[in-house]
Nanobody, 125 residues
Framework: QVQLVESGGGLVQAGGSLRLSCAAS????????MGWFRQAPGKQREFIGL????????YYADSVKGRFTTSRDNAKNTMYLQMNSLKPEDTAIYYC??????????????????WGQGTQVTVSS
C-alpha cells in the first residue's frame, strides 16, 4: 500500500504562485508514475500533469502547460507541483496519485492506484 499526503495549498491572488508537495509513505514510489489531478466544484476530476518514474519526462494538460511544473525527489519519496501565473479558473481541490509503471503512461483517473486526500487551492481575482 502507498499513502499519499498533499500539502501546500491555500489562497493566492491571480498571478501568484504556489508549490504543492505530495509525500508518499508505505513503500517507495520510485517505480510509480506520479500524477496531479484537480477537481473544481460541480466538475469532474481532471488530469493536469504527470511525471515519469525516473523524473525524466513530464506531461501536462494544455490548460496548465507553461505555467505548472512537476518534479520529484525519489530519495525523499516526494513529488512537487510548482504553479505559477495562477488564474481564478485554477481554483480546485488538487490531488496527487500514483500508478505503478507497467510500460505506459495514463491521463485517466481510473488508471491510478493510490490517491491523496487533496489540498484546496483558491485563486482570487
Amino acid at each position: 500500500q502507498v499513502q499519499l499526503v498533499e500539502s501546500g495549498g491555500g489562497l493566492v491572488q491571480a498571478g501568484g504562485s504556489l508549490r504543492l508537495s505530495c509525500a508518499a509513505s508505505g513503500r517507495t514510489v520510485s517505480r510509480y508514475i506520479m500524477g496531479w489531478f484537480r477537481q473544481a466544484p460541480g466538475k469532474q476530476r481532471e488530469f493536469i500533469g504527470l511525471i515519469s518514474w525516473s523524473g525524466g519526462n513530464a506531461y501536462y494538460a494544455d490548460s496548465v502547460k507553461g505555467r505548472f511544473t512537476t518534479s520529484r525527489d525519489n530519495a525523499k519519496n516526494t513529488m512537487y507541483l510548482q504553479m505559477n501565473s495562477l488564474k481564478p479558473e485554477d481554483t480546485a481541490i488538487y490531488y496527487c496519485a500514483a500508478r505503478y509503471y507497467a510500460g505506459d503512461i495514463s491521463y485517466t483517473v481510473a488508471d491510478y492506484d493510490y490517491w491523496g486526500q487533496g489540498t484546496q487551492v483558491t485563486v482570487s481575482s
